[in-house]
């Protein structure tokens, strides 16, 4: 799967359209059984959102913030291994999440999840 388009430090209007689609789809298409439940990528989804919630709070411990935000990866990876999400996902939020410099990225790769979200609902497996 390729996640080279994901630019957050310079996002497009294709990023939370296009990529954000096609990426949903490509995901969605390619978990089957209980990998990649909407429920638990949601999870993932939440404590960026909780994140990027204390940074608006306290932008200037975002430095502080950063390795914990990175820890997701960890999670993610754990998840991974449990069979709970497959290897695409893990690209994704792996790619995002690199991408994660300052806060102005970090509220992009919020953006970015968001629109992926959105769209994986619509092609979520039942």
């Not at 914990?68 to 960890?74: C, K, P």
Request: aromatic letters at 12%; glycine letters at 4%.
């Amino acid at each position: 799967m390729d996640t080279s388009n994901i630019k957050l430090s310079e996002p497009t209007a294709e990023l939370y359209d296009t990529v954000a689609h096609d990426l949903a789809k490509r995901i969605a298409d390619s978990g089957g059984g209980r990998k990649n439940r909407s429920t638990q990528l949601r999870k993932f989804y939440d404590e960026i959102v909780m994140w990027d919630q204390r940074v608006k709070t306290n932008p200037d411990k975002f430095n502080e913030y950063l390795p914990l935000i990175r820890m997701i990866n960890a999670k993610v990876a754990y998840a991974k291994g449990r069979d709970l999400v497959d290897e695409n996902f893990f690209k994704l939020m792996s790619s995002c999440l690199k991408e994660v410099k300052d806060a102005k990225t970090f509220e992009n790769c919020k953006r970015f999840l968001e629109a992926f979200m959105g769209f994986y609902k619509m092609y979520s497996p039942k």
